[in-house]
């Protein structure tokens, strides 16, 4: 006989329906949107630092949509790309280290483009 166990539904981050427009989203909505249950969100709560939505009332979790495309990003690097806990734990500090070199550089080339436009004016009016 079968059993009556259903497992969590096997749908790719990129079949996920899309985030609504909003400011805040409760667990279950949350849930919803990336096909979880909200015990798992909270307990993703307390493996990932990072994801710490706001809490209000009576202890209720208000989520904002960065929160969201995090669960979702957390979510691809367990379930599609087969990370352990810890593996996505080190994947995230990574990609958050590389989006703040990233960060560097960018504003590094932003000041010489400033300053070869000073120069560049500069060399106009002489």
């Known amino acids: 006989m079968p059993s009556q166990k259903t497992k969590r539904n096997n749908v790719k981050a ?3 329906q899309p985030i609504p427009d909003k400011i805040y ?3 279950g909505e949350v ?3 990336c ?3 909200p015990h798992v969100l909270r307990y993703w709560e307390q493996e990932f630092t990072q994801l710490s939505p706001n809490k209000r009332r009576g202890n209720r979790r208000y989520y904002q949509h960065k929160d969201v495309l995090l669960v979702r990003r957390i979510r691809n690097l367990l379930y599609d790309q087969g990370f352990t806990i810890e593996g996505a734990r080190q994947k995230l500090v990574g990609e958050v280290v590389e989006d703040q070199r990233h960060q560097k550089m960018y504003n590094a080339m932003r000041i010489a483009a400033q300053e070869l436009e000073k120069l560049l004016h500069d060399l106009e009016t002489v």
């Open 14 to 16: 990129t079949e996920l």
């Open 25 to 27: 989203f409760t667990i």
């Open 31 to 33: 849930g919803k949107l």
């Open 35 to 37: 096909d979880l249950k």
